[in-house]
């Protein structure tokens, strides 16, 4: 079997956590429904007829707004809120329909299910509504007798669930899929006789360069996991060149140097974001600024961000933490080479970024200590 074949491999392991996982009690308590409408009779209508109902063995939690504005402030403040039972015609005539754009928008939430309820349906026809916004269902009021309104909030409740049951699912395949790449980097940092720490200090380092530099939480994260397997091509090196307790010839550092493109044809076949991105840094990690570093000679922005910021956490936790062939350097040495090496080996601006973050780097060196 040739690296390149073993991607697939991995999308296999990285995806086999999701076959396992059975129906997760996510919270207990009761489901909020929240009720928007300025007409104070809708509001004592509908707990009355609700007041009994419950789902899944959870009762219901009335909220209720008046206006466009208090809803606002209740979802703000509620991020649970499972149904949203909203009027179109309120301080403004649309004023409704705001408050969708509002939520989907703003507040980036596309859980919660909006059942549109209008007393006007002229101010909102039924099939402009449905193609332009993102509701769950319309109903005119007058249409909503006891048993249709209960099979609605149960229709609602029940995709309200399933979607919240997906998407934990989704958070903990993602957490077993980091815990796997961050065993996978250690195996091949163990492997080396470095510790698993050195792998957490690059990833901390990377991803501490990331945020200052303006990453967004989620490119953030696949560059912390991405720096973790940067070095995963040494698992290919024989051990004779790999521990060896002193400096490689010619010869054996031109073969350690191919570790990179073992990491990259290991990584590349995946279809998985994080492991594309991994392979990249792989590849790149010991490509230098100026163009003279390997395997491909790339300069400047030639090199992934992520490979250039790896670059900077790898080097600086290996000069100054201790190796197989040399004993670690003081921290004021290590920052003095990595500053004359500025625009030379290191992007200049990341470069500034993580020593002007010095406090933090040497917090994140004293809790992964070795």
């Given at each position: 079997?040739?690296?390149a074949?073993?991607?697939?491999?991995?999308d296999?392991?990285?995806?086999?956590?999701?076959?396992?996982h059975?129906?997760?009690?996510?919270?207990k308590?009761?489901?909020?429904i929240?009720i928007?409408?300025?007409?104070?009779?809708i509001h004592k209508i509908?707990?009355?007829?609700?007041?009994?109902?419950?789902f899944r063995?959870?009762?219901?939690?009335?909220?209720?707004?008046?206006?466009?504005?208090?809803?606002r402030?209740?979802?703000?403040?509620?991020?649970d809120?499972?149904?949203?039972?909203?009027?179109?015609v309120?301080?403004?005539?649309?004023?409704?329909?705001?408050?969708?754009?509002?939520?989907?928008?703003e507040?980036?939430?596309?859980m919660?299910?909006?059942i549109?309820?209008t007393?006007?349906?002229?101010?909102?026809?039924?099939?402009?509504?449905v193609?332009?916004y993102?509701?769950?269902?319309?109903?005119e009021?007058?249409?909503?007798t006891?048993?249709?309104?209960?099979?609605?909030?149960?229709?609602?409740?029940?995709s309200?669930?399933?979607?919240?049951?997906?998407?934990?699912?989704?958070?903990e395949?993602?957490?077993?899929?980091?815990?796997i790449?961050?065993?996978?980097s250690?195996?091949?940092?163990?492997?080396?006789?470095?510790?698993?720490?050195?792998v957490k200090?690059v990833?901390?380092?990377?991803?501490?360069?990331?945020?200052?530099y303006?990453?967004?939480?989620?490119?953030n994260e696949?560059?912390?996991?991405?720096?973790?397997?940067?070095?995963?091509?040494?698992i290919v090196?024989?051990?004779?060149?790999?521990?060896?307790?002193?400096?490689?010839?010619?010869?054996?550092?031109?073969?350690m140097?191919?570790?990179?493109v073992y990491?990259?044809?290991?990584?590349?076949?995946?279809?998985?974001?994080m492991l594309?991105?991994?392979?990249?840094?792989a590849?790149?990690?010991?490509?230098?600024?100026?163009?003279?570093?390997?395997?491909?000679g790339?300069?400047?922005?030639?090199?992934?961000?992520?490979?250039?910021?790896?670059?900077?956490?790898?080097?600086?936790?290996?000069l100054?933490?201790?190796r197989v062939?040399?004993k670690?350097?003081?921290?004021g040495?290590?920052?003095?080479y990595?500053?004359?090496e500025?625009?030379?080996?290191?992007?200049?601006?990341?470069?500034?970024?993580?020593?002007?973050?010095?406090?933090?780097?040497?917090?994140?060196?004293?809790?992964?200590?070795?």
């Open positions: 079997m040739g690296l074949d073993r991607g697939d491999i991995m296999d392991f990285l995806s086999f956590a999701q076959e396992n059975g129906t997760l009690d996510y919270t308590g009761t489901w909020k929240l928007v409408d300025d007409d104070v009779m509908t707990k009355i007829v609700l007041k009994d109902m419950t063995d959870k009762n219901i939690e009335f909220l209720s707004a008046y206006s466009e504005k208090q809803a402030e209740v979802l703000f403040r509620e991020d809120i499972a149904v949203v039972l909203l009027d179109v309120m301080e403004e005539n649309d004023s409704g329909l705001k408050l969708v754009e509002y939520i989907r928008n507040l980036k939430n596309s919660v299910r909006i549109l309820r007393g006007h349906p002229g101010s909102a026809p039924e099939e402009k509504v193609l332009e993102d509701i769950n269902d319309y109903k009021k007058t249409e909503l006891k048993g249709k309104l209960f099979t609605s909030i149960i229709n609602a409740l029940r309200y669930d399933d979607m919240v049951q997906l998407d934990l699912k989704r958070k395949l993602k957490e077993t899929q980091k815990d790449i961050m065993t996978l250690e195996i091949a940092e163990t492997r080396s006789k470095e510790t698993g720490n050195h200090r990833s901390e380092f990377a991803q501490l360069i990331g945020k200052k303006g990453f967004s939480d989620e490119d696949i560059l912390k996991n991405a720096a973790a397997l940067h070095d995963i091509g040494k090196i024989a051990d004779s060149i790999l521990l060896a307790p002193r400096q490689l010839t010619a010869v054996e550092f031109d073969i140097k191919n570790h990179t990491g990259y044809d290991l990584l590349k076949s995946s279809k998985q974001p594309q991105s991994a392979s990249v840094v590849l790149q990690h010991h490509e230098r600024y100026d163009g003279k570093g390997y395997p491909n790339l300069s400047k922005d030639e090199i992934h961000i992520f490979a250039r910021i790896v670059s900077i956490a790898d080097v600086f936790d290996a100054s933490t201790d062939y040399r670690a350097w003081t921290l040495n290590t920052l003095e990595m500053k004359r500025r625009d030379r080996q290191f992007d200049p601006f990341l470069l500034d970024i993580f020593i002007n973050s010095i406090d933090t780097v040497k917090s994140i060196m004293n809790r992964f200590n070795d």
